[in-house]
């Protein structure tokens, strides 16, 4: 029940920053930037204002779980910016978003996925679900960094996460960074 409760204040403080974002600082511009590379950037500049503050808030984040142990890992970071890209895919916003979550909640998360590849709204949830594995084909078509397309890959399935390239103490890092959960 706790865990439940921890999610719904994570997806409520996440729909609310949405819902008040603002376009980023010229040094938050400027630092994305500097960690990304250009065919990451390509990507990255695909996202609305509020994707892009959600990201510069867990790439910072990361950064500072991860330089405690990992010092100088650009493409980690990089792989926190870009862990949410597959969201273009879906051509939703803040509200439809919250709505798709719920009935993604209510029919399932496996069926919501399989939806991906239909039109309407169906579509749209199915695409949402599966924003990580849309992402990682993103990131891999552009060019970008492996590590940024196997994190966007598996961040919301950690049962996965053995199956990519990704320290474990990485992994739960940039997953810590994101307010999502850890496997134990």
Request: no cysteine; hydrophobic share 45%.
């Given at each position: 029940m706790t865990l439940r409760l921890d999610r719904l204040r994570h997806l409520a403080s996440r729909f609310l920053g949405s819902v008040r974002a603002r376009p980023l600082s010229a040094a938050d511009a400027a630092w994305v930037r500097s960690v990304l590379t250009a065919e990451d950037l390509e990507v990255w500049e695909r996202l609305g204002p509020a994707d892009?503050?959600?990201s510069v808030a867990v790439g910072?984040?990361?950064?500072?779980?991860?330089?405690?142990?990992?010092?100088?890992?650009?493409?980690?970071?990089?792989?926190?910016?870009?862990?949410?890209v597959g969201k273009v895919e879906t051509g939703l916003g803040s509200v439809r978003r919250?709505?798709?979550?719920?009935?993604?909640?209510?029919?399932?998360?496996?069926?919501?996925?399989?939806?991906?590849?239909?039109?309407?709204?169906?579509?749209?949830?199915?695409?949402?679900?599966?924003?990580?594995?849309?992402?990682?084909?993103?990131?891999?078509?552009?060019?970008?960094?492996?590590?940024?397309?196997?994190?966007?890959?598996?961040?919301?399935?950690?049962?996965?996460?053995?199956?990519?390239?990704?320290?474990?103490?990485i992994c739960r890092a940039l997953a810590q960074a994101d307010g999502e959960r850890t496997r134990d």
């Open positions: 892009r503050t959600e910072l984040e990361a950064q500072r779980l991860i330089a405690a142990f990992h010092p100088g890992a650009s493409a980690w970071i990089a792989a926190a910016l870009l862990h949410d919250s709505l798709a979550t719920v009935v993604a909640g209510v029919v399932g998360h496996e069926r919501a996925r399989a939806w991906h590849t239909g039109v309407g709204w169906r579509g749209r949830v199915g695409r949402y679900v599966a924003h990580d594995d849309l992402g990682g084909a993103l990131l891999t078509a552009a060019g970008a960094q492996p590590e940024a397309a196997y994190w966007a890959e598996v961040h919301h399935r950690p049962e996965r996460w053995d199956a990519v390239t990704i320290p474990d103490e």
